[in-house]
């Protein structure tokens, strides 16, 4: 297995069409962009982290506060979903392998919960989490893999601050970790790029995690800006690929995935957590930024599009 390393650079960015002239005025005016709609509120509690790497070259596009840890939600699945993959590759598990739901009740996102089936293949159950993370499929895998298995692969892969830190629970007390999964946008943007590029653990593990996570039904948050049918957007669409993954909370949100374009493909993660006692329309300012950062990533690649046929760009030469 071939580790990646988790740390990324800063590199410059792009805008619309109106703002090319801003563009040319230096890499810092770039560089605050693409995330202008990410501004931390003490008020409301609102923090964030984001950044945006170029996958091939790993220079970083974009980023505000990159190195703050924050609860993720269901981004810590990807860290399952990557040992299981393994487990496959090595023939510890047999992805055709039933699994019984038992008599576990868990609520929210899924659909093997409201389902007759009693049973589900492996390879299923990882489609479920990829698909509509799942969280009675997570359980289960979690229950085949280990909590402590996934944790030996995000220490594998680099990771220092992210971590699937427990299983899904419908409420937590005090004996749980008080959130599902944390994470730096540092560390998640840079583990998309090593997956987008066959590194994280190999080529295989990396392009079956892909193809599982390229279900996602979920482009309600960065992914929103690219127009992509939500339940069928594992084919370029406009020139556009897309896969991602979502977590959601009552006080999180977060988007971490990859978008090709004809010219270059960026790796992202946006992460948003605000207080407990924060007014409600809190989520709609988080979800607005989040989108707005999106159409700001959209403009990046159709930018890049159109200057492609006009001026030759050395490879991993700045936007």
Same mark, same amino acid.
């Given at each position: 297995?071939?580790? @990646?390393?988790?740390?990324?650079?800063?590199?410059?960015?792009?805008?619309?069409?109106?703002?090319?002239?801003?563009?040319?005025?230096?890499?810092?005016?770039?560089?605050?962009?693409? @995330?202008?709609?990410?501004?931390?509120?003490?008020?409301?509690?609102?923090?964030?982290?984001?950044?945006?790497?170029?996958?091939?070259?790993?220079?970083?596009?974009?980023?505000?506060?990159?190195?703050?840890?924050?609860?993720?939600?269901?981004?810590?699945?990807?860290?399952?979903?990557?040992?299981?993959?393994?487990? $496959?590759?090595?023939?510890?598990?047999?992805?055709?392998?039933? /699994?019984?739901?038992?008599?576990?009740?868990?609520?929210?996102?899924?659909?093997?919960?409201?389902?007759?089936?009693?049973?589900?293949?492996?390879?299923?159950?990882?489609?479920?989490?990829?698909? /509509?993370?799942?969280?009675?499929?997570?359980?289960?895998?979690?229950?085949?893999?280990?909590?402590?298995?996934?944790?030996?692969?995000?220490? $594998?892969?680099?990771?220092?601050?992210?971590?699937?830190?427990?299983?899904?629970?419908?409420?937590?007390?005090?004996?749980?970790?008080?959130?599902?999964?944390?994470?730096?946008?540092?560390?998640?943007?840079?583990?998309?790029?090593?997956?987008?590029?066959?590194?994280?653990?190999?080529?295989?593990?990396?392009?079956?995690?892909?193809?599982?996570?390229?279900?996602?039904?979920?482009?309600?948050?960065?992914?929103?800006? $690219?127009?992509?049918?939500?339940?069928?957007?594992?084919?370029?669409?406009?020139?556009?690929?897309?896969?991602?993954?979502?977590?959601?909370?009552?006080?999180?949100?977060?988007?971490?995935?990859?978008?090709?374009?004809?010219?270059?493909?960026?790796?992202?993660?946006?992460?948003?957590?605000?207080?407990?006692?924060?007014?409600?329309?809190?989520?709609? /300012?988080?979800?607005?930024?989040?989108?707005?950062?999106?159409?700001?990533?959209?403009?990046?690649?159709?930018?890049?599009?159109?200057?492609?046929?006009?001026?030759?760009?050395?490879?991993?030469?700045?936007?």
């Amino acid at each position: 297995m071939e580790a @990646f390393a988790a740390a990324g650079a800063p590199v410059a960015q792009s805008a619309e069409a109106g703002d090319l002239k801003s563009l040319q005025s230096g890499f810092e005016s770039q560089r605050g962009y693409v @995330f202008q709609a990410l501004v931390d509120d003490a008020r409301t509690g609102l923090r964030w982290s984001a950044r945006v790497v170029d996958v091939a070259s790993g220079e970083t596009l974009a980023e505000h506060e990159p190195a703050r840890v924050l609860p993720t939600a269901s981004i810590g699945k990807i860290l399952l979903l990557l040992e299981l993959s393994r487990r $496959f590759r090595t023939r510890e598990l047999d992805p055709s392998a039933s /699994v019984d739901r038992g008599d576990e009740q868990v609520a929210d996102s899924g659909l093997w919960q409201v389902l007759d089936a009693a049973s589900l293949t492996l390879g299923d159950a990882a489609r479920l989490v990829g698909a /509509v993370s799942d969280n009675l499929a997570t359980n289960v895998l979690l229950d085949t893999v280990g909590l402590h298995a996934v944790a030996r692969m995000a220490t $594998f892969l680099g990771l220092r601050d992210t971590a699937l830190l427990d299983r899904v629970r419908d409420e937590r007390g005090p004996r749980h970790p008080l959130a599902l999964s944390r994470g730096s946008a540092a560390e998640l943007a840079s583990l998309a790029a090593a997956v987008e590029r066959g590194e994280a653990v190999d080529p295989d593990v990396s392009a079956e995690v892909r193809g599982w996570l390229s279900l996602g039904t979920d482009l309600s948050m960065v992914a929103s800006a $690219f127009g992509l049918d939500p339940l069928a957007h594992r084919d370029p669409d406009r020139g556009i690929a897309l896969w991602n993954k979502t977590g959601t909370d009552a006080r999180v949100r977060a988007d971490v995935g990859v978008v090709r374009g004809p010219q270059r493909a960026v790796a992202y993660a946006v992460l948003a957590e605000w207080a407990p006692t924060a007014d409600t329309g809190v989520r709609d /300012v988080v979800l607005e930024a989040m989108r707005d950062t999106g159409r700001r990533l959209r403009s990046l690649l159709d930018r890049d599009t159109s200057t492609a046929g006009r001026t030759a760009r050395a490879p991993g030469s700045r936007l």
